[in-house]
């Protein structure tokens, strides 16, 4: 199994609502990131997380790091069709330290 | 500030064929990794370099090695191609070889096995 899991593996939303996407790690995190990705193109970072509890925001998307849960979550507020899109989660773990892994991704299609 | 270069975008190569792919950092990152991404497995860690030395490798057969020269820049090769090396190969840089520096990313290299 994978050490970083995604959840939704896809989501389909109207314009407008909010939405929320799950990062959870089966070991100790260090650092947590965020990227979105456009089909065949590269990816885009969107956040790092690194402390327990900490809360970052960007236009109408906030990420936060539960370090006890080992877990991340990216929510979107009032959701555009600019936010479609794959989006990542990237970690150093407890047995990847010296190397960022990546979640198997999360699709984000927004309904005009 | 120039982001992540990596050429060619598309490469089309048959099977048994070997093929080299560039990779030009952000300007300052001396960090430079290479990932594999396909449907099925995802994004997948190929090897890191730093300064001119491999720092980490992934799970990858002999057939994908690497490179990096004095000005950052890196070149990834894979010998005998198979069908399976179909794939997105992307290249993502960071100043350091510190895990705690986020890596920018380019768009990648697609390369089809006929």
């Known amino acids: 199994s994978q050490e970083l899991e995604q959840s939704p593996q896809s989501l389909i939303v109207q314009e407008g609502k909010n939405l929320t996407i799950n990062c959870t790690s089966s070991k100790t995190l260090y650092g947590l990131y965020w990227y979105k990705q456009k089909y065949g193109e590269g990816l885009i970072f969107l956040m790092m997380?690194?402390?327990?509890?900490e809360e970052k925001s960007h236009e109408k998307i906030t990420a936060k790091l539960d370090e006890k849960k080992q877990q991340s979550s990216l929510h979107i507020t009032a959701s555009q069709p600019s936010h479609a899109g794959i989006y990542l989660c990237?970690?150093?773990?407890?047995?990847?330290?010296?190397?960022?892994?990546f979640g198997p991704g999360t699709s984000l299609s927004v309904i005009p | 500030k120039a982001g992540v270069t990596q050429t060619p975008r598309y490469l089309i190569k048959t099977r048994g064929q070997q093929v080299t792919l560039s990779c030009s950092p952000i300007s300052g990152h001396r960090s430079v990794s290479w990932y594999q991404q396909t449907p099925g497995q995802g994004l997948q860690f190929l090897f890191e370099?730093?300064?001119?030395?491999?720092?980490n490798k992934g799970n990858f057969p002999g057939r994908f090695s690497g490179r990096q020269f004095s000005n950052s820049r890196s070149e990834m090769n894979v010998s005998t191609l198979e069908l399976g090396d179909s794939a997105l190969y992307l290249c993502?840089?960071?100043?350091?070889?510190?895990?705690?520096?986020?890596?920018?990313f380019g768009d990648g290299t697609r390369l089809s096995i006929l």
């Open positions: 997380l690194q402390k327990g509890g």
């Open positions: 990237g970690a150093a773990t407890k047995t990847s330290y010296d190397k960022v892994i």
């Open positions: 993502a840089s960071s100043p350091g070889s510190n895990s705690n520096q986020p890596q920018h």
């Open positions: 370099y730093f300064s001119e030395t491999q720092r």
